[in-house]
């Protein structure tokens, strides 16, 4: 496992990046459910972001106020009621090829190996497994799973288990990674390595990610740019520049001032808005 890491943070500083991103563009989008009842409730009204190829753009947001909508309507598994998506200037009308989806369960299946769990969405496109096969080994070393390949879901720890999910959906090296609150599930002490671990595999990618996420400290961390979305329906209320030197490291980050006022201008904006109760 040490041997993993050590390569690892290798990779961080030491791999170009492959800068294999796509733009996104969310144009006004607006989402109404229907209840059983038949009545209507928008869940998202006039969200609009356009994302550069290979940045990472983080969401936060209360519950309830549409991210993770937001997020299934970019991966083509419901359609905006109005407004346009875009993936590399294509309209999308359904799930697209060059996305792949990190939900905050790991969604392993349990019959099945570590690597051929990774090796899933291969299979479900139909491609030949064996030219992904070595790829996914290296993915799987690269993230601490070097030695687990063979074992099945229930012999993993969660941290484990997700970090599979993550290279289950970059096997293909999609242009777009989506990822629905990932580490929302998982302890501390994994959550923080997780973290680090997807720095690096973004950094080696250079995809585009937009990143779903309750965390605020988690969000300023990670990404390039921060949308902090409103309470539903949900529109951007506040889109915040990271402006931190890469790679970026845990310890210390506490310290930096830009990171500091990120994280407090976020806070400041839910006060506002009534989603943290001043005393």
Known sequence: MNADRTMLRADITAAPPRNI???LHIANIQKIYETAEGAEVEAVRGFSVS???GEFVAIVGP???????VLSMVAGLEPPTSGQIRIDNAVLKG???RAGMVFQSDLLLPWR???D???LTVEVKKLRRADYAERAEQLLHKVGLGGFASKFPHELSGGMRQRAAICRAI???PGLLLMDEPFGALDALTREQMIMDLQALWLNLGNTVLFITHDIEEAVFLADRVLVMSPRPGRVELELKIDLPRPRR????NLERTFNEAVSLIRSTFEAQGVFAVP
């Open 113 to 115: 190996t570590i690597l």
């Open 51 to 53: 994302i550069a190829a």
């Open 117 to 119: 769990n990774v090796l």
């Open 250 to 253: 845990r310890t210390g980050i």
């Open 21 to 23: 991103g796509v733009p």
């Open 95 to 97: 799930p697209d090829p």
């Open 171 to 173: 096997i293909q090296e």
């Open 63 to 69: 519950s309830g106020c549409g991210k993770s909508t």
